[in-house]
């Protein structure tokens, strides 16, 4: 059986708003401002081997997929190309990153077929909506968080809008600059 499993970077006051810089936010790029160090690449590196396939909502998807084409130099843009991607859109008409698929209004029921049909990771990253979303319907089985250190004062928060959730501390560690946390349902 397969994992949800949430991954995320975030600022110390919790905003998940674009860490790459590339959505026009007054702060954006901000993840790169910080060393995560070799420590940090094997913590995003091992989650991504683990991953089947990638659950996205539609702003992360249409982000992702203008960027990630151009990045296949390596094994890690090589992954995030090929491996499938699931998109959750109410909007979006069509999903032409390679191996993407649209999910409809019974995503809820659609996630929890593929929970159940696949035996890797089902990695959601950004997707703030979605996340929420999840974690309403009780799917996210692990929560992974890179957070850095940096304070923004403003921007999206990545749980804003979540339920009360209760989740346990699985790991914390030290990645350069960053604290890498896993959480997981108990």
Do not use: C
């Not at 996210?140 to 850095?148: A, I, S």
């Amino acid at each position: 059986m397969g994992r949800v499993v949430v991954t995320e970077f975030v600022t110390l006051d919790g905003v998940f708003e674009d860490p790459g810089g590339a959505e026009e936010f007054e702060h954006g790029g901000w993840a790169f401002k910080a060393n995560r160090g070799p420590e940090g690449d094997a913590f995003k590196g091992d989650e991504l081997r683990a991953a089947e396939a990638q659950l996205l909502g539609r702003v992360t998807y249409e982000g992702f997929a203008q960027a990630w084409p151009n990045m296949q130099g390596d094994w890690f843009g090589q992954k995030m190309n090929e491996m499938p991607k699931y998109v959750v859109s109410s909007t979006l008409q069509s999903a032409d990153w390679n191996n993407s698929t649209i999910l409809g209004e019974d995503w809820v029921e659609q996630v929890k077929r593929l929970r159940s049909e696949l035996g890797g990771d089902i990695l959601v990253a950004g997707s703030g909506r979605l996340v929420a979303g999840l974690l309403d319907a009780d799917l996210v089985d692990e929560l992974r968080l890179m957070v850095f250190p940096t304070v923004l004062g403003r921007g999206r928060r990545l749980l804003d809008g979540a339920p009360p959730t209760q989740l346990e501390l699985v790991s914390a560690a030290k990645a350069a600059d960053t604290v890498t946390m896993v959480y997981a349902r108990p």
